[in-house]
């Protein structure tokens, strides 16, 4: 099963831009690439969904180019309560079946 | 809150026991998802099942298995538990969908499980 990766750490300070990028060479072609931000012993939280471009909600947007083999996340402006876990999830085919993968995650710390 | 309910909240049990984890998923919502997340594996997708039917399977271990009831409530029934089963157990649920595989999941708050 091919792997979803994701850069293990990230520092940043507060008031900056975040972009964290997910590579998943192996994503099936109807699926949709979706993030999540996980605290300690919480469930993983929805941040953002997109399928091909660029999309944008009022917490991030998302930036997928053509072949959709990564993707990037990006928070503007991040604050302290921004210090968490992110995560791509995308499905991919394996063994003619279709599976969901979590990436690696990526922990962002943000400093003062 | 996001609407995913999972009972228990914390287990502890013993090598060679069985447990079952219950999951109740936002109302309206159809599919249901099975995550294990471990300290050195992230997070790893079990199963999921739509309307009751097995949809997608992941790297899920012969030892477990799961269902979906008519009233859409899941379990994940774990047995021969070994130490390496000791892990966060997340349940999550999506909206139906039509057309592609666009799935916004809401994840349940977990169950601890700590094989001793």
């Known amino acids: 099963l091919a792997k979803t990766t994701q850069p293990i750490s990230m520092d940043s300070y507060e008031g900056q831009e975040v972009n964290i990028t997910c590579s998943h060479n192996?994503?099936?072609?109807?699926?949709?690439i979706t993030w999540y931000q996980q605290f300690p012993s919480q469930g993983p939280r929805f941040i953002i969904q997109?399928?091909?471009t660029k999309v944008t909600n009022e917490v991030a947007s998302l930036f997928i180019p053509a072949d959709r083999k990564s993707s990037t996340l990006s928070l503007p402006r991040v604050s302290l309560s921004d210090t968490a876990v992110y995560y791509c999830l995308v499905g991919v085919m394996d063994t003619g079946r279709r599976a969901l993968t979590f990436g690696s995650g990526t922990r962002l710390q943000v400093q003062p | 809150d996001s609407g995913v309910t999972q009972t228990p909240k914390h287990l502890i049990t013993a090598t060679g026991q069985r447990v079952t984890l219950r999951c109740s998923p936002r109302s309206g919502d159809l599919s249901v998802y099975w995550y294990q997340q471990s300290l050195d594996q992230g997070l790893q997708f079990l199963i999921q099942?739509?309307?009751?039917?097995?949809?997608a399977k992941g790297n899920i271990l012969e030892r477990f298995s799961a269902q979906q009831f008519p009233d859409l409530h899941s379990e994940l029934n774990l047995s021969s538990l070994e130490l390496g089963d000791s892990a966060l157990y997340f349940c999550?649920?999506?909206?139906?969908?039509?057309?592609?595989?666009?799935?916004?999941?809401?994840f349940g708050p977990g169950t601890r499980l700590l094989v001793l």
């Open positions: 999550a649920s999506s909206p139906p969908f039509f057309g592609g595989d666009q799935e916004t999941q809401y």
């Open positions: 099942y739509y309307n009751g039917e097995e949809r």
């Open positions: 997109g399928y091909k």
């Open positions: 192996n994503i099936a072609t109807n699926d949709y």
